[in-house]
């Protein structure tokens, strides 16, 4: 299922979009969307703060409060794996929405021909590379599901796995350490690695390997042996040549 919102101030282009989102999935049937629709900035940050996101967002550019821009530069702050669209009436923001990794800027009023080739570069991340979950067992019974790839680190504290994600941390209730390193090794073999006791470290999430300390993305320090370094450095070096979209940032020698 790929989750799409669309936020326009505009009742008249919220149906319009609403209308062309629906239409192009038809056309792939074995693509499941499922389409939550805000009326304006406020509504979708609402959203937002409260939810795991989307994997497409359709933004309109000019808006009251915040514009378009701005909402993307919230998204892109949560390191989250969306794709996004711009819609607008004017090419001026073109620049600027490109340098925030968008996917397409569409100007209105666009054809069915514009439209459908800024689904198909938003859809195709979704489509020849299927997003790999976990499914993590949250307090009060809550099941929580994370792309894999958004993972960090998960640490054992007392009795429950804390996850930590680019945007949010969690608490596992009910799987051990030992079951979530299985699950993650089935979906990406040799992608998550336990360097010490009581952590399972996702390598693509790697800042630096120090003599005494790996340092993650989001600059938390995970203590390692010191005789360990030279062995972890050369799964990381080798894991990060095998896959060069996830280069090493400070590899000690």
Known sequence: MLRIAICDDQDESLRILDRAVRRYFEAAPEIVPEISIYDGPDSFMNALNTSAGWDIVLLDV???GLSGMDIARKIRLRHDRTEIIFISFSSEYAVEAFALNAVHYVLKP?????????????VKPFTGNPRRSVMLQLENGIAHIVDID?????ESVAYRRVVHTYSA?????????????????????????????????????????????????????ILIKRGDF???????FKWSFRNRDFPGQNLPM
């Open 230 to 236: 030279r062995h972890l450095r050369d799964i990381f």
């Open 150 to 154: 958004d993972i960090l680190y998960i």
């Open 110 to 122: 666009f054809s069915e021909d514009d439209f459908k080739e800024a689904m198909d570069r938003a």
């Open 169 to 221: 941390i969690y608490e596992e209730t009910r799987k051990s350490l030992s079951k979530l390193q299985e699950e993650l090794s089935a979906l990406s073999p040799g992608q998550f690695i336990q360097p010490y006791r009581g952590y399972i470290v996702n390598l693509n999430a790697i800042r630096t390997i120090a003599i005494d300390r790996i340092i993650m993305q989001n600059s938390d320090p």
């Open 62 to 64: 000019c808006m009251p």
